[in-house]
C-alpha cells in the first residue's frame, strides 16, 4: 500500500493529501529513507513522520484497505513522540 494512502487509512493523518504534501517536503521516512508519495511500506516498516512541532515514529503492524475508527490504531504502534520546540 502506498505510504499517503497508509496514513489516511490508519487513521494518522485525516486526509491523504496532507500526507502527499509531507512526503513531497522530504518529512516522510521509511527505514531511514525519505518517501515518496507512492513509496509501498510493509508490515515491520518504521515511519518517521515531521509535522507540526511534532515527530512521530510508528511501526506499521498491519496494513488494510479499509479498518473502522476503532481499529484504526491496531494498524501501528507508537515508538516515539517527541514535540520540537522552537
Keep these: 500500500m502506498r505510504v499517503d494512502k497508509y496514513l489516511k487509512t490508519a487513521r494518522i ?3 491523504r493529501e496532507a500526507a502527499k504534501e509531507l512526503a513531497l517536503q522530504g518529512r516522510i521516512q ?6 515518496k508519495p507512492s513509496t509501498e511500506v510493509e508490515v515491520g516498516d518504521v515511519l518517521r513522520l515531521e509535522f507540526g512541532y511534532r515527530i512521530l515514529e510508528i511501526k506499521i503492524l498491519d496494513i488494510q484497505k ?12 507508537i515508538l516515539k513522540e517527541e514535540k520540537i520546540d522552537d
Design 66 to 77: 479499509q479498518v473502522s475508527k476503532q481499529n484504526a490504531s491496531l494498524l501501528f504502534e
Design 13 to 15: 493523518l485525516k486526509r
Design 30 to 35: 521509511i527505514n531511514g529513507r525519505i518517501a
